[in-house]
Each structure stands twice: as structure tokens, then as C-alpha cells.
């Protein structure tokens, strides 16, 4: 949908198109938790629903590809992943690199106390290290 080497230069690394079969664990992952992402993704782009935050506009043929995807009677998540979207190795210039994932944690609870949940989740830790866009660390954490 768009050229992965406009990125390259951002991220100071070559992308090399690879296949999805040279992905370690791809063939036997479940996608359905990542294809339920991306139709969450698409109705806000069909939607076109504010940005959260600030991102690149949609392209209207990623639109339209995210409208017929969400009109689709049936998909299976992995030909779906692999008919539509490359990977790409990223290689660093120099050395080796760095790359930052997010995860976030989703856990059931209850807002009373009772058998299903006795234990209480506390709060965020008041001595939590945080750090905003413009106050990064001085050095790695580890």
C-alpha cells in the first residue's frame, strides 16, 4: 500500500521484503487476536473516525481495502495476513538495533470483592518511573 523504503531512512536500517514462512513461530500462531485488531482499526478508518494521536492520513485505497475487508463474509485470519501484507527484515546500518514493542495487559476483574475475585489489583505504584515523549532517559535502563 505504500513504499517501506520512505521509512528506511527514518529509522536509519534497510527493509528487506522477506516471507511470512521466514517468520520464527508464524506457521503455528493464532492470528485470529491479530486480525481482530486490524477489523477494530478498519471500521475507524472507514469511520473515519479523530486520530488519537497524530498519524498519516489514510490513503483512500487503504480505505476502500478496509471497507471490503470488513464486508467480507468470511476470512481466515493467516491468508488473509499473507495475501495482503510483506514483511520486511529490518537491518540495521551500523551495529545492531533496537526495536520497542507495547503490550498491554488486559486482566478480568471485578469491582467488588468476592469468590471469583479475592485478591485486590492495586493501583499504580507511587514510585513508578515514568517518562513523556521529551524526557527520555539518559542512559539504557539495562
Known amino acids: ?10 529509522i536509519d536500517a534497510e527493509l ?8 520464527a513461530g508464524w506457521a503455528h500462531d493464532d492470528h485470529r487476536d491479530a486480525f481482530t485488531v486490524f477489523l477494530k482499526s478498519a ?6 473516525r479523530p486520530d488519537l494521536r497524530a498519524a498519516r ?3 483512500e485505497p487503504f480505505r476502500r481495502f478496509a471497507a471490503e475487508t470488513l464486508n467480507a463474509k468470511t476470512i481466515e485470519p493467516r491468508q488473509f495476513f499473507e495475501r495482503n501484507f510483506t514483511p520486511y527484515k529490518i537491518i540495521p546500518k551500523q551495529g545492531s538495533g533496537f526495536l520497542t ?4 495487559p488486559e ?6 470483592q468476592n469468590s471469583d475475585f479475592p485478591v ?3 493501583g499504580r505504584p507511587n514510585d513508578l518511573v515514568s517518562f513523556g515523549p521529551d524526557n527520555t532517559p539518559p542512559d539504557p535502563l539495562f
Not at 528487506?16 to 517468520?23: C, G, I, L
Not at 471500521?43 to 473515519?48: C, D, H, L, M, T
Open 16 to 23: 528487506e521484503p522477506t516471507d511470512f514462512h521466514n517468520m
Open 43 to 48: 471500521e475507524a478508518i472507514v469511520e473515519r
Open 57 to 59: 492520513n489514510v490513503p
Open 101 to 104: 514493542g507495547y503490550y498491554e
Open 120 to 122: 485486590p489489583v492495586l
Open 107 to 112: 486482566i478480568a476483574g471485578s469491582l467488588s
Open 1 to 10: 500500500m505504500s513504499d517501506p523504503h520512505l521509512y528506511s531512512a527514518l
